[in-house]
């Protein structure tokens, strides 16, 4: 079955840009999306791309997709305080049932 | 638009009792429904895909007989941890889809923290 990889923290200064990185294995993923959990809350869309796209911006947020290396990131741009959460990545095919990693904690510090 | 309510936030329970979760489709109609576990610093859990009028499709290792799910109508789902114990603590979660072809956006509940004593 799918893999989703990410690391588990990453801490970056206010104001700085946060990159968030995550690897899959199934080359044949079509929705690839990033959510925001916030403590003892459910998950929040941020923003998905569609396997047949390379970039997609969103206000200070911007998803870059490398389906060679099966490779997906997410760049927050002017990084606040309350971006603190935890970001999961999430891929899923055919069935749009997606398959979590992890997630990444995001700290923001002053 | 697409709010996705689950009832209750948090439940404490004893060993041996059972506990429903309520998940809810605020504003839309949704044709499957799902629900995760999330253990501390881990990534969800698909515990089982629910379609309404149907049984729920449950995920390999999840026993149906000890999570029971019942999508009744189009709105709402509900999944009830039966003869609950200390090791079914956890933070549930549940999804839901739009009844809209091509429609991939699932849409999540705030989550039942579950604790068993």
């Known amino acids: 079955g799918e893999d989703v990889e990410q690391s588990l923290f990453l801490s970056v200064r206010e104001g700085d840009s946060s990159v968030i990185n995550c690897t899959y294995t199934?080359?044949?993923?079509?929705?690839l999306y990033w959510y925001k959990q916030e403590p003892g809350a459910g998950l929040q869309l941020l923003t998905y791309i569609f396997s047949n796209m390379d970039m997609k911006q969103d206000q200070r947020l911007t998803v870059l997709l490398n389906k060679k290396d099966k490779h997906l990131s997410l760049r927050i741009a002017d990084t606040q305080t309350g971006d603190s959460a935890i970001y999961f990545c999430?891929?899923?095919?055919?069935?749009?049932?997606?398959?979590f990693g992890r997630g990444t904690s995001l700290i923001v510090h002053p | 638009g697409a709010v996705v309510s689950q009832h209750p936030s948090w439940v404490i329970c004893k060993s041996g009792t059972s506990v429903k979760i309520e998940c809810r489709s605020l504003d839309f109609q949704a044709t499957t429904m799902f629900w995760y576990r999330q253990f501390p610093k881990q990534s969800l859990m698909l515990m089982a895909t629910s379609n309404e009028g149907s049984k729920a499709t449950y995920e390999q290792g999840v026993e149906k007989d000890k999570f029971l799910i019942n999508h009744a109508s189009l709105t709402l789902s509900t999944l009830t941890v039966t003869s609950a114990h200390p090791e079914d603590s956890s933070f549930y979660i549940c999804?839901?889809?739009?009844?809209?072809?091509?429609?991939?956006?699932?849409?999540f509940g705030q989550g039942t923290r579950l604790t068993v004593v």
């Open positions: 999804s839901a889809r739009r009844q809209q072809v091509g429609d991939t956006e699932a849409f």
């Open positions: 199934d080359s044949s993923s079509t929705y």
């Open positions: 999430a891929v899923s095919g055919g069935s749009y049932i997606p398959t």
